[in-house]
Every structure is written in C-alpha cells, then in structure tokens.
Nanobody
Framework: QVQLVESGGGLVQPGGSLRLSCAAS???????????IGWYRRAPGKEREAVVVMTSGGSTSYADSVKGRFTISRDNTKNTVYLQMSSLKPEDTAVYYCNAKNVITTMNYWGQGTQVIVSS
C-alpha cells in the first residue's frame, strides 16, 4: 500500500520556524531515485502551489516565495522527507501536502496534509 503521512504542522508566530515531516511507506523508496518528491501547499482561497520539488534526477526547485527560507531534506534510513521552514510569514499559512511522483509510471501520491498557521 502506497502511503504518505505528513506531520509537524501547527501554530507559529511570524518569524518562527517549523519542520514538517513526510513519512513514506516502504513502497515509495525515496532512495531508489525513481520518485520526484515535493511539498505543495494550498492557502485559503488560493489554488494548490508547489513549494519545492526534489526530482529523482537530483535537482531541487523552490518557489520564489520561499527561497532562502525553506529547505527540503531527507533521511533515507527513515524513508522520510522534511521541510524545514524558517522566517515564517502569515502568507505561509496553508495546508501543506507531501507529494511523490513515480517518474516511470507518472503516478502521483499525496498525503492528507498538515495545517500550518502563521499568526501572532
């Protein structure tokens, strides 16, 4: 069973930090280099947007709005991807989703999302 589970969301003050985690089931082996892994978000009243995508080919692309503030990383031993968010702004408030795309089949897998609220 393919599954992605996000955690780490919550309420944080502007300027604060959070680290989101995305735990992938063993069927999505991030070390296998056949998955593009990314974080997406949907802010209130807005469409879903890509925050950062780390491709199986080794490239990482951040949205302009988060460059210099967000960092994607992974722990291969735990089959987990992280999103370290710093200098958070109110406009970062959104539901954040983990995504994995099998580059061979083009199948996309999504987590249920974790809520991030940036407010004083």
């Amino acid at each position: 069973q393919v599954q992605l589970v996000e955690s780490g969301g919550g309420l944080v003050q502007p300027g604060g930090s959070l680290r989101l985690s995305c735990a992938a089931s063993r069927s999505i082996a991030i070390i296998s280099n056949i998955y593009d892994i990314g974080w997406y978000r949907r802010a209130p009243g807005k469409e879903r947007e890509a925050v950062v995508v780390m491709t199986s080919g080794g490239s990482t692309s951040y949205a302009d709005s988060v460059k210099g503030r967000f960092t994607i990383s992974r722990d291969n031993t735990k089959n987990t991807v992280y999103l370290q968010m710093s200098s958070l702004k109110p406009e970062d408030t959104a539901v954040y989703y983990c995504n994995a795309k099998n580059v061979i089949t083009t199948m996309n897998y999504w987590g249920q999302g974790t809520q991030v609220i940036v407010s004083s």
